[in-house]
């Protein structure tokens, strides 16, 4: 069976490797995805347990994201990061 | 973003905001893991057709039995009439049971005496003529995982020990081999026959019987179900829906024949039924003259039951009525048009031009 892992979609190198890093930390395999539109692709053999938005997306892309993971589960959390969240 | 959830209402969003702290990510992160240990466990015993669906008291102690059972490593014996799912049970304890490895079913009925053993244990390069190469057994496939052993009844006696030996000593000699080979097993075996009374009779060994009887489960047939039915009924449309695009629903009166019906097929029977239906009026309703008679029965009332239906016109309805009894009929005689007519009191010309115009297949 595929590992699940936890993805980081963000194009912004620095911020999402941070989390990535915090994701890891806490014993959580963790995918950083550098091209939004792709993410599917990025993602290859694994699943996904969870995905985190970076803030800043575009909506379409957030919306084309969000309904491509309601066709694979619907159940995998989507997690919204807001504000200053990278900071 | 604030409006994605009412957008995607069935998606589960969480919002991490502010400054990235640990304490909030790692929140978050035990949330996501701990549902997805739910989901897996919810999924897993939500089982394909119909075969955990149900309402009945009956599946719903099945259900919390196997909840029960499953992370354990009792063997469990599972009871069960043709056709009640007894594999579908099996596959659920597996799929609740966290192990890791394979769930590999074997019919004891379908393999031949004397290929039992290879087939269980494998065998070495050699071992017999044909034993070209070493082929490994299922029992030896199912290492760490899961092994069915359905039809457990038809095992010949000389096999009967052999597993009893697996099942003490948990390690297995493929045929020609020397090595013992450490298996980690889970085994689950089905019957339909009564285990109990062959060890009376000595057909079934009483040391084996009372290895696998450890946790037995009982699977109520469907006639003693009639509540499950229409669930079931409604899940392998469904199933239908999505994998064949077809939308049949059932009239009351059809569902109401279906579950005063013995089902000796049991759900397989009822899945079989619902995929017919749903080739020969994808996308209609079935009355219950659209049943077979073995399960509308042949009063009128059966036959009327179009009437009762939607808002089309007397003709309609009427057509409706004919096309039901003419498959009927056309079942009934294994397609044989002029047997067919004779059933139906008309003749092979009428039924022939009615089996045109109503484009019957």
Redesign the interface.
């Known amino acids: ?1 595929s590992e ?1 892992v ?1 993805l980081v979609i963000d194009d912004e190198l620095e911020r999402a490797e ?2 990535k890093g ?2 890891e ?2 014993d ?1 395999p963790a995918v950083r995805i550098s091209v939004p539109d792709e993410w599917q692709n990025q993602l290859g053999e694994a699943r996904a ?2 995905v ?2 970076a803030n800043g997306l575009q ?1 379409d892309i ?2 084309k994201i ?2 491509e ?2 066709d694979i589960d ?14 | 973003m604030s409006d994605l959830q009412a957008t995607y209402p069935w998606a589960k969003f969480y919002r991490l905001q502010g400054p990235l702290k640990i304490d909030s990510l790692g929140q978050i992160i035990d949330e996501i893991w701990a549902q997805h240990s739910h989901n897996r466990r919810q999924r897993s015993l939500e089982t394909p057709v119909g075969r955990l669906v149900g309402i009945s008291p009956g599946i719903e102690e099945l259900r919390n039995l196997i909840g029960k059972v499953a992370p354990s490593q009792a063997t469990v014996l599972i009871r069960g009439e043709s056709g009640s799912g007894k594999e579908v049970v099996a596959r659920a304890i597996h799929e609740a049971s966290g192990r890791t490895g394979e769930f590999i079913a074997v019919n004891c009925g379908a393999i031949p005496d004397t290929l039992f053993e290879s087939e269980l244990f494998g065998h070495e390069r050699g071992a017999f003529t044909d034993a070209v190469s070493r082929k490994l057994g299922q029992l030896e496939l199912a290492n760490g995982g899961t092994i069915f052993l359905d039809e457990i009844g038809d095992m010949p006696a000389s096999m009967q020990v052999k597993l009893l030996r697996v099942l003490q000593e948990r390690v297995i000699e493929r045929v020609g081999g020397a090595e013992q080979i450490p298996i980690d097993l889970r085994v689950l075996a089905a019957t339909h026959q009564d285990l109990g009374e062959m060890m009376n009779a000595g057909t079934f060994r009483e040391d084996l019987f009372y290895r696998l009887n450890v946790f037995p489960l009982d699977i109520a047939p469907l006639r003693d179900r009639p509540e499950d039915v229409p669930v079931l009924t409604q899940e392998l449309v469904r199933r239908l829906r999505v994998d064949q695009r077809t939308s049949v629903e059932f009239s009351d009166r059809a569902m109401a024949a279906m579950q005063a019906y013995n089902w000796p097929g049991n759900v397989r029977e009822l899945a079989n039924l619902i995929e017919r239906l749903s080739v020969v009026k994808p996308h209609g309703r079935i009355a219950a003259a659209d049943l077979p008679v073995a399960i509308r029965g042949r009063d009128i009332e059966a036959a009327n039951d179009a009437v009762d239906l939607g808002s089309s016109s007397l003709k309609q309805h009427l057509a409706e009525i004919e096309i039901g009894l003419i498959r009927n009929a056309l079942d009934q005689s294994d397609g044989v048009v002029s047997r067919a007519a004779e059933l139906l009191k008309v003749g092979r010309t009428t039924l022939v031009e009615k089996i045109r115009r109503y484009q019957i297949h």
């Open positions: 069976m699940r936890i941070a989390l915090m994701i930390f806490m959580s347990a969870a985190f938005l909506a957030v919306d969000v309904r993971i309601g619907p159940n995998i959390p989507i997690v919204l990061m807001e504000d200053n969240a990278d900071e």
